[in-house]
């Protein structure tokens, strides 16, 4: 009973910290915008292999770094789920990325219930180049694979921001993006 009172305690503590550190705007947390997203090695739940995130492979991409433990992460979850039940991701492939042990989907209804793809990154040092200090944090990146936005999120209106963001390249912009590599 002991342990079980820890890890609460711990539970209770990381969360206050992520609320106190989460509350800022888009642009405040993970990646510069603008830049070009790094590559990310993944694992599914129940997959040993990793998966190789490559961003601006022509599909707008949002990586949701999320953890079950984090009440404002399940709220994003079930936001960005019901965005894909209603079809309105409009072609923008949705991430969610945890750094909790995949045991833990089983804590959160919203994480174990969800049909939206979830991965735990393979190797930490990737994560560097998103700056996640807080969860949750939305990263939106276009087709070419520009950071378009970034930062907290878990209301509808704004997650839609994030979904659009990711959509609304410009191939002005793309030319841009392209001559800097």
């Known amino acids: 009973?002991?342990?079980?009172?820890?890890?609460?305690?711990?539970?209770?503590?990381?969360?206050?910290?992520?609320?106190?550190?989460?509350?800022?705007?888009?642009?405040?947390?993970?990646?510069?915008?603008?830049?070009?997203?790094?590559?990310?090695?993944?694992?599914?739940?129940?997959?040993?292999?990793?998966?190789?995130?490559?961003?601006?492979?022509?599909?707008?991409?949002?990586?949701?770094?999320?953890?079950?433990?984090?009440?404002?992460?399940e709220e994003l979850v079930k936001v960005l789920g019901s965005f894909a039940a209603a079809g309105e991701l409009g072609g923008t492939r949705v991430v969610l990325m945890i750094s909790d042990p995949v045991s833990y989907l089983q804590i959160s209804p919203a994480f174990e219930a969800t049909e939206l793809e979830i991965g735990r990154p393979a190797r930490p040092a990737e994560l560097d180049a998103y700056a996640v200090s807080a969860t949750p944090l939305l990263v939106a990146i276009d087709g070419f694979g520009t950071v378009r936005a970034a930062g907290s999120a878990i209301e509808a209106a704004q997650v839609r921001q994030y979904i659009t963001s990711a959509s609304a390249a410009e191939p002005a912009a793309a030319a841009l993006g392209e001559a800097s590599r």
């Open 1 to 73: 009973m002991l342990g079980g009172l820890g890890v609460l305690v711990f539970v209770l503590f990381r969360q206050l910290g992520q609320l106190m550190s989460g509350t800022g705007q888009a642009g405040e947390l993970g990646p510069p915008v603008g830049r070009l997203a790094t590559p990310l090695h993944y694992l599914r739940p129940g997959e040993r292999e990793p998966r190789l995130l490559r961003p601006g492979a022509g599909q707008p991409l949002v990586l949701a770094f999320v953890d079950p433990t984090c009440p404002s992460c």
